[in-house]
């Protein structure tokens, strides 16, 4: 006997006590969904607040500024890294690399992971962030670029759009979001832990993210 007809035999054997129409019936039937939309009350400023405090417990470096700040401290941050190239997603707002001077490189299909690997740093937007998971997401849309310009460079930068883009929790964020698009949760810079917990950054996206939180965009 295979494995296939194993599995399937067990399954027979636990729907041998189900009557017609009870299996059809336990489908159509709603699941409650009565659990908590969100951890306690807050304002909006105490959400944001929460995202920032968590972003920084994963370890992400966080900055916030208002909307005409934006490109000078993207431009200090770009320097502060030595980068001399950063790859950009096409619907990246030119204005916010007005005052970098490193060399854009664009999101093009044709790249291989070896030249992403050799690109300095990556700016994107983001579609949502999770202020009780600390957790940004990205949904590929035009200021996001393809996941992978995100999981190759070493150094990654993304901004934040606050209030708009930030929502207390999961079920909130997931209301947001198209289950069609692909989607890249991020809660820190890439980690892993060997078996006696030494903790390595870097091993399968970048070793060093920063979030943006800017205000008035």
Same mark, same amino acid.
């Given at each position: 006997? $295979?494995?296939?007809?194993?599995?399937?035999?067990?399954? %027979?054997?636990?729907?041998?006590?189900?009557?017609?129409?009870?299996?059809?019936?336990?489908?159509?039937?709603?699941?409650?969904?009565?659990?908590?939309?969100?951890?306690?009350?807050?304002?909006?400023?105490?959400?944001?607040?929460? !995202?920032?405090?968590?972003?920084?417990?994963?370890?992400?470096?966080?900055?916030?500024?208002? +909307?005409?700040?934006?490109?000078?401290?993207?431009?200090? !941050?770009?320097?502060?890294?030595?980068?001399?190239?950063?790859?950009?997603?096409?619907?990246?707002?030119?204005?916010?690399?007005?005052?970098?001077?490193?060399?854009?490189?664009?999101?093009?299909?044709?790249?291989?992971?070896?030249? !992403?690997?050799?690109?300095?740093? #990556? #700016?994107?937007?983001?579609?949502?962030?999770?202020?009780?998971? +600390?957790?940004?997401?990205?949904?590929?849309?035009?200021?996001?670029?393809?996941?992978?310009?995100? !999981?190759?460079?070493?150094?990654?930068?993304?901004?934040? %759009?606050?209030?708009?883009?930030?929502?207390? $929790?999961?079920?909130?964020?997931?209301?947001?979001?198209?289950?069609?698009?692909?989607?890249?949760?991020? $809660?820190?810079? $890439?980690?892993?832990?060997?078996?006696?917990?030494?903790?390595?950054?870097?091993?399968?996206?970048? %070793?060093?993210?920063?979030?943006?939180?800017?205000?008035?965009?």
């Amino acid at each position: 006997m $295979s494995s296939r007809d194993q599995i399937l035999g067990r399954v %027979r054997r636990a729907l041998a006590d189900v009557r017609d129409g009870e299996e059809k019936d336990a489908h159509d039937t709603a699941v409650p969904r009565d659990y908590l939309r969100e951890h306690g009350d807050r304002t909006t400023e105490q959400t944001v607040d929460l !995202l920032a405090e968590n972003l920084a417990d994963y370890r992400a470096l966080v900055h916030r500024c208002a +909307g005409e700040e934006l490109p000078e401290l993207l431009m200090r !941050l770009l320097a502060a890294r030595g980068a001399r190239t950063v790859l950009v997603p096409p619907g990246l707002p030119p204005a916010w690399l007005a005052a970098a001077d490193a060399t854009r490189v664009h999101d093009r299909a044709a790249s291989t992971p070896r030249e !992403l690997d050799e690109v300095h740093s #990556v #700016v994107t937007g983001c579609a949502v962030a999770v202020a009780e998971t +600390g957790t940004i997401v990205l949904d590929g849309g035009p200021d996001q670029g393809r996941r992978r310009i995100t !999981l190759v460079p070493d150094h990654h930068i993304c901004v934040v %759009r606050v209030p708009d883009q930030v929502v207390s $929790s999961v079920p909130q964020a997931l209301e947001r979001l198209d289950p069609a698009r692909p989607l890249t949760w991020i $809660s820190g810079p $890439s980690a892993t832990s060997d078996i006696e917990l030494d903790r390595v950054e870097g091993v399968h996206g970048p %070793r060093t993210l920063e979030v943006v939180l800017v205000s008035g965009v």
